[in-house]
Every structure is written in structure tokens, then in C-alpha cells.
């Protein structure tokens, strides 16, 4: 009788086989991510270096909004938010449409050429791009032979100018990304509506908004999250596309904080801060679209 109390029942048994998968990937989770978040954040309240770390309270927090590098470089990322972010995402969502077309041939290659820049290295197409807008580079040489320009213009040492390139760059690599969500979103919309839609007499551009857009806007929603948070973080472009040149103009916050931590004399205590300040707007955002974005009850 006392054996047959203590058999664990099929549910127990697979629930103890799931924790005791699961142990390890949580440990190690809590390991590498969580403790060191947390040392992120102690640190954040202390200055010095090394051993003769002090600690100071707000004081990195108060610098950074007197810091005029830290300050450029915050507002180049919302720059690039709200420029780069809604061009590509709508490029993606009209591409994803055209694509999404069942009488449409050689989809396949298409929707392959859209998606392989995501998967083109990040340092790679960098230079790419710095070759391409180079003094002596095909867009220089293009412009003048059409005769909208007598001599190669610098596009990367002019601060408006580098930051349209940095924005061309990121539409480039990452529309056919935000593409391939839109377009397994839509492979879940019944082709017979858009038939019944046409039929009932509504053109492209009404079926587009009013049925490709409602029924994507889950889909939508995440991928503005998803580009919004990246945008924010940006390092690669600045860092390999401009150096954050000239003088600063380009420069992100994640770059900034690289800077300070390695580049200039390290002061973890001050990265810390500014990257707890990348944290609690990338949270606040995504908090922001999802109660703008997501209307179910």
C-alpha cells in the first residue's frame, strides 16, 4: 500500500521530466543574463575605475543629460526612429502584398533577391555602402554623369547627408526581413476574400487597407516593436558606416557607451547608466505601441 502511494502519477512524472529540462537553460539564463543585468545596475550608481569604484548615486545619470555627445547621439537614434522605422515597414508591407499575388510569376526569386541583404554581414555591407557614397564612388560618379553634380560630393562628411546614408543602409538591410513576417501573415488571410472584395468592386488600393492592413495588425504591431528596439540599440552602422562622423553627427547611444567603455578612459559606472537609459526607453516604447496597437479587450 505505501509503494503504490508514493508512484507519481504520467502528469507528475512528465512535469519533473520538463522542470528537470528546463533547470539548466533557466540556470544559465540567470547566469550569463539576469546576475550581470543586476551588477549593471548596481554599477550604474558608482564612478571610478577598477578597485576605486565610488559609489555616487544619480550622478551618471544626471551627467548624461549634460553630456552633449550622449545628447547627439540620443537624438540621432530617435531620428533614425522615426524617419527609418515607418519607411521601412511600409516598403516591407507593399512588397509583402505584391509578393503574396498567387498569379504572380517567379515569386520565389523575387521574394529571395527582397530577403538576402538581411543576410548580408553586417560589416560587409557597411562597407559597401561607404563605397558606394565615397567621393569617388558609383553614386558620385552616376550624379555626374546625369549632370546633377559638376564635382563628387562628400556624402559621408556632411551630418545630414552621412545620416540619410545610414538611413538608406538600414532600409536596404532590413525591409525584406520585416517583408517575410508580412508575408506569412498574409499566407493565413483567405485568398476568396480579396476575390469576393474584388468582385464586390474594390480596387488594390482599398483591399490593401482595408483588409491587408486590419488583419495584419498583430503582425504589424510586433514588427514595430521588434524595429523600434533594434533601432535604438543601432551600434554597426555608426560604428563601420561612419565612425560616428563628422564630429559626432552620426553617432549612436550604443556606439557612444562602446566609446566610453573601451575607446576613451573606461568608465563602466557611466556605460552602466547609459544603458539602463536604452533599457527603460526601449521598455516604455514597446509598453506605448503595444497599448496604442493591440485594442482587444
Known sequence: MGNSKKRLSLGQKQSLAGWAFLTPA???IAVMSFLPMIQALFLSFKTGAGA?????GVTNYVRMFQDPVFMQALKNNFIYLIIQVPIMLILALILASL????DLRFKGLFRT?????CATSLVSYAVIFRSLFAVDGLVNTVLIKLGFLSTGYNFLGHANSARIVIILALIWRWTGYNMVFYLSGLQNIEYSIYESAKIDGASPIQSFWGITVPLLKPTILLTAIMSTNGTLQLFDESVNLTYG??????ITMSHYIYNVSFKYVPNFGYAASMSYLILFLVAVLAFLQMKVGDKRD
Not at 509578393?99 to 498567387?102: D, G, H
Not at 533577391?113 to 541583404?117: D, E, H, N, Q, V
Open 26 to 28: 533557466v540556470l544559465f
Open 113 to 117: 533577391a527582397i530577403f538576402l541583404p
Open 99 to 102: 509578393l503574396n499575388n498567387k
Open 245 to 250: 562622423g563628422p564630429s559626432n553627427a552620426t
Open 52 to 56: 576605486n569604484l565610488k559609489w555616487t
